[in-house]
Protein backbone atom coordinates (compact mmCIF):
# COMPACT_ATOMS: atom_id res chain seq x y z
CA UNK A 1 0.00 0.00 0.00
CA UNK A 2 1.17 3.71 -0.84
CA UNK A 3 2.09 6.01 1.76
CA UNK A 4 0.03 8.75 0.20
CA UNK A 5 -2.87 9.78 2.38
CA UNK A 6 -2.05 6.91 5.06
CA UNK A 7 -2.45 9.39 8.02
CA UNK A 8 -6.49 10.67 6.98
CA UNK A 9 -9.35 9.38 8.43
CA UNK A 10 -11.15 6.37 6.22
CA UNK A 11 -13.96 7.64 4.48
CA UNK A 12 -16.51 5.82 2.10
CA UNK A 13 -19.23 6.36 0.06
CA UNK A 14 -22.26 4.01 -0.76
CA UNK A 15 -24.43 3.76 -4.08
CA UNK A 16 -27.20 1.79 -5.72
CA UNK A 17 -28.54 0.90 -8.76
CA UNK A 18 -31.10 -0.36 -10.15
CA UNK A 19 -33.74 0.26 -7.53
CA UNK A 20 -37.13 0.67 -9.95
CA UNK A 21 -36.24 -1.79 -13.22
CA UNK A 22 -38.16 -4.94 -13.54
CA UNK A 23 -35.51 -7.30 -14.80
CA UNK A 24 -32.67 -7.84 -13.20
CA UNK A 25 -31.08 -7.52 -9.86
CA UNK A 26 -30.65 -4.16 -7.20
CA UNK A 27 -26.98 -3.37 -6.51
CA UNK A 28 -25.56 -1.91 -3.61
CA UNK A 29 -21.72 -0.80 -3.46
CA UNK A 30 -19.29 1.17 -1.59
CA UNK A 31 -15.82 2.27 -1.55
CA UNK A 32 -13.34 3.33 0.81
CA UNK A 33 -10.24 5.22 0.61
CA UNK A 34 -8.08 7.09 2.79
CA UNK A 35 -7.33 10.08 0.06
CA UNK A 36 -10.55 11.11 -2.23
CA UNK A 37 -7.96 12.45 -4.78
CA UNK A 38 -7.11 9.06 -5.69
CA UNK A 39 -10.85 8.61 -7.09
CA UNK A 40 -10.85 12.29 -8.57
CA UNK A 41 -8.08 11.68 -10.54
CA UNK A 42 -9.38 8.32 -12.00
CA UNK A 43 -12.80 10.50 -12.93
CA UNK A 44 -15.10 9.09 -10.44
CA UNK A 45 -18.67 10.51 -10.46
CA UNK A 46 -22.24 10.19 -10.73
CA UNK A 47 -21.88 6.99 -13.17
CA UNK A 48 -24.78 8.24 -15.16
CA UNK A 49 -22.39 11.39 -16.53
CA UNK A 50 -20.27 8.56 -17.58
CA UNK A 51 -20.12 6.57 -21.21
CA UNK A 52 -20.21 2.41 -20.40
CA UNK A 53 -16.74 2.04 -21.63
CA UNK A 54 -15.26 4.67 -19.17
CA UNK A 55 -17.11 3.24 -16.44
CA UNK A 56 -15.90 -0.30 -16.85
CA UNK A 57 -12.80 1.45 -16.91
CA UNK A 58 -13.06 3.04 -13.72
CA UNK A 59 -14.35 -0.01 -12.25
CA UNK A 60 -11.15 -2.12 -13.01
CA UNK A 61 -9.01 0.99 -11.55
CA UNK A 62 -11.15 0.68 -8.13
CA UNK A 63 -10.90 -3.04 -7.87
CA UNK A 64 -7.37 -2.97 -9.09
CA UNK A 65 -6.12 0.25 -6.64
CA UNK A 66 -4.19 -1.26 -3.39
CA UNK A 67 -5.28 2.41 -1.77
CA UNK A 68 -9.38 1.10 -2.59
CA UNK A 69 -11.37 -1.13 -0.81
CA UNK A 70 -14.83 -2.39 -2.58
CA UNK A 71 -17.85 -3.88 -1.15
CA UNK A 72 -20.84 -5.16 -3.34
CA UNK A 73 -24.28 -6.64 -2.35
CA UNK A 74 -26.33 -7.56 -4.99
CA UNK A 75 -29.98 -8.44 -4.48
CA UNK A 76 -31.54 -11.28 -6.82
CA UNK A 77 -35.25 -10.73 -7.95
CA UNK A 78 -36.30 -13.34 -6.44
CA UNK A 79 -35.05 -12.13 -3.28
CA UNK A 80 -36.49 -8.53 -3.21
CA UNK A 81 -39.59 -10.34 -4.18
CA UNK A 82 -39.45 -12.18 -1.00
CA UNK A 83 -38.25 -9.57 1.16
CA UNK A 84 -41.13 -7.03 -0.46
CA UNK A 85 -43.62 -8.99 1.36
CA UNK A 86 -43.01 -7.85 4.41
CA UNK A 87 -41.10 -4.63 3.86
CA UNK A 88 -40.74 -1.27 1.86
CA UNK A 89 -37.54 -1.55 -0.65
CA UNK A 90 -36.66 1.34 1.24
CA UNK A 91 -35.66 -0.42 4.36
CA UNK A 92 -33.98 -3.80 2.04
CA UNK A 93 -32.49 -1.05 0.46
CA UNK A 94 -31.25 0.42 3.90
CA UNK A 95 -30.04 -3.40 5.45
CA UNK A 96 -27.62 -3.39 2.78
CA UNK A 97 -26.45 -0.07 3.35
CA UNK A 98 -25.76 -0.76 6.95
CA UNK A 99 -23.97 -3.98 6.07
CA UNK A 100 -21.56 -2.20 3.90
CA UNK A 101 -20.81 0.26 6.08
CA UNK A 102 -20.10 -2.34 8.91
CA UNK A 103 -17.85 -3.97 6.38
CA UNK A 104 -15.97 -1.30 5.48
CA UNK A 105 -15.97 0.67 8.87
CA UNK A 106 -15.24 4.52 7.54
CA UNK A 107 -14.41 7.21 9.95
CA UNK A 108 -16.69 9.13 7.72
CA UNK A 109 -19.43 7.28 5.44
CA UNK A 110 -21.39 9.41 2.50
CA UNK A 111 -24.40 7.94 1.31
CA UNK A 112 -26.00 9.09 -1.42
CA UNK A 113 -30.03 8.75 -0.09
CA UNK A 114 -32.85 6.27 -0.65
CA UNK A 115 -35.74 8.15 1.07
CA UNK A 116 -37.01 11.78 -0.22
CA UNK A 117 -35.70 12.68 3.34
CA UNK A 118 -32.33 12.43 2.92
CA UNK A 119 -31.15 13.42 6.78
CA UNK A 120 -33.98 10.51 7.90
CA UNK A 121 -32.40 8.33 5.76
CA UNK A 122 -28.82 8.98 7.22
CA UNK A 123 -29.79 8.85 10.74
CA UNK A 124 -31.50 5.27 9.97
CA UNK A 125 -27.92 3.91 8.21
CA UNK A 126 -26.35 5.53 11.43
CA UNK A 127 -28.20 3.14 13.65
CA UNK A 128 -26.54 -0.14 12.94
CA UNK A 129 -23.25 0.38 12.30
CA UNK A 130 -20.48 1.11 15.13
CA UNK A 131 -21.34 4.43 16.74
CA UNK A 132 -17.96 6.34 15.93
CA UNK A 133 -18.99 6.51 12.18
CA UNK A 134 -20.10 9.81 10.89
CA UNK A 135 -23.03 9.51 8.35
CA UNK A 136 -23.68 12.41 5.75
CA UNK A 137 -26.38 11.32 3.62
CA UNK A 138 -27.47 13.53 0.79
CA UNK A 139 -29.61 13.35 -2.63
CA UNK A 140 -26.81 13.50 -5.47
CA UNK A 141 -24.27 12.85 -3.38
CA UNK A 142 -22.62 10.63 -6.25
CA UNK A 143 -22.39 13.99 -8.07
CA UNK A 144 -20.68 15.89 -5.08
CA UNK A 145 -18.36 13.26 -3.76
CA UNK A 146 -16.20 11.24 -5.63
CA UNK A 147 -16.61 8.30 -3.17
CA UNK A 148 -20.04 8.10 -3.61
CA UNK A 149 -19.48 8.82 -7.28
CA UNK A 150 -17.05 5.55 -7.33
CA UNK A 151 -19.39 3.74 -5.61
CA UNK A 152 -22.15 4.24 -7.94
CA UNK A 153 -19.71 3.34 -10.62
CA UNK A 154 -19.23 0.11 -9.57
CA UNK A 155 -22.91 -0.44 -8.65
CA UNK A 156 -23.88 0.30 -12.21
CA UNK A 157 -21.19 -2.17 -13.98
CA UNK A 158 -21.98 -4.51 -11.47
CA UNK A 159 -26.54 -4.32 -12.73
CA UNK A 160 -24.95 -4.04 -16.08
CA UNK A 161 -23.22 -6.99 -15.97
CA UNK A 162 -25.99 -9.08 -14.12
CA UNK A 163 -28.60 -7.80 -17.19
CA UNK A 164 -25.80 -8.99 -20.01
CA UNK A 165 -25.93 -12.32 -18.49
CA UNK A 166 -29.76 -12.34 -18.33
CA UNK A 167 -29.92 -11.43 -21.58
CA UNK A 168 -27.01 -13.61 -23.27
CA UNK A 169 -29.31 -16.67 -22.05
CA UNK A 170 -33.11 -15.17 -22.60
CA UNK A 171 -32.39 -13.28 -25.61
CA UNK A 172 -31.82 -16.76 -28.06
CA UNK A 173 -35.14 -18.15 -26.92
CA UNK A 174 -37.06 -15.18 -28.62
CA UNK A 175 -34.67 -13.47 -30.96
CA UNK A 176 -35.46 -10.47 -29.14
CA UNK A 177 -33.47 -7.51 -27.40
CA UNK A 178 -33.92 -7.72 -23.33
CA UNK A 179 -33.67 -4.06 -22.69
CA UNK A 180 -32.09 -2.16 -19.89
CA UNK A 181 -34.14 -4.01 -17.93
CA UNK A 182 -36.06 -0.92 -17.26
CA UNK A 183 -39.28 0.05 -18.34
CA UNK A 184 -37.72 1.23 -22.09
CA UNK A 185 -39.37 -0.13 -25.52
CA UNK A 186 -37.11 -3.34 -25.85
CA UNK A 187 -37.82 -4.40 -22.29
CA UNK A 188 -41.76 -4.02 -22.47
CA UNK A 189 -41.62 -5.70 -25.98
CA UNK A 190 -39.43 -8.64 -24.60
CA UNK A 191 -41.55 -9.09 -21.58
CA UNK A 192 -44.89 -8.87 -23.47
CA UNK A 193 -43.82 -11.29 -25.95
CA UNK A 194 -41.88 -13.88 -23.44
CA UNK A 195 -45.49 -14.03 -21.62
CA UNK A 196 -47.46 -14.29 -24.89
CA UNK A 197 -44.87 -17.53 -25.89
CA UNK A 198 -44.28 -18.72 -22.75
CA UNK A 199 -47.39 -18.13 -20.46
CA UNK A 200 -44.82 -16.70 -17.86
CA UNK A 201 -42.91 -13.91 -16.98
CA UNK A 202 -39.02 -15.39 -17.34
CA UNK A 203 -36.44 -15.28 -15.40
CA UNK A 204 -34.82 -12.54 -13.40
CA UNK A 205 -38.02 -10.80 -13.41
CA UNK A 206 -39.48 -9.13 -10.54
CA UNK A 207 -42.55 -10.41 -10.33
CA UNK A 208 -43.94 -8.01 -7.17
CA UNK A 209 -43.43 -5.16 -9.58
CA UNK A 210 -47.20 -3.99 -10.60
CA UNK A 211 -45.78 -3.33 -13.61
CA UNK A 212 -44.73 -7.35 -14.55
CA UNK A 213 -47.84 -8.43 -12.83
CA UNK A 214 -49.95 -6.30 -14.76
CA UNK A 215 -48.69 -8.08 -17.72
CA UNK A 216 -48.76 -11.18 -16.42
CA UNK A 217 -52.62 -10.91 -15.89
CA UNK A 218 -52.95 -9.41 -19.74
CA UNK A 219 -50.90 -11.75 -21.22
CA UNK A 220 -52.31 -15.28 -20.27
Request: charge should be positive; include cysteine.
Amino acid sequence: MSNRGLERPMQAGIDEAGRAPVLGPLVVAGVAVRDPAVLAEMGCRDSKRLSRTKREAIDRMLRSHPDVRVEVHEIAPDVLDAERQTRKITDIVLDRFRAIARALHPRVLYVDAADPDAARFGRAVAERPPPDIEVVSEHKADDTYPVVGAASIVAKVARDAAVAELARRLEPRLGMQLGSGYHDPHTDRFLRAWVAKFGDLPEGTRRSWASARRLLSEGT
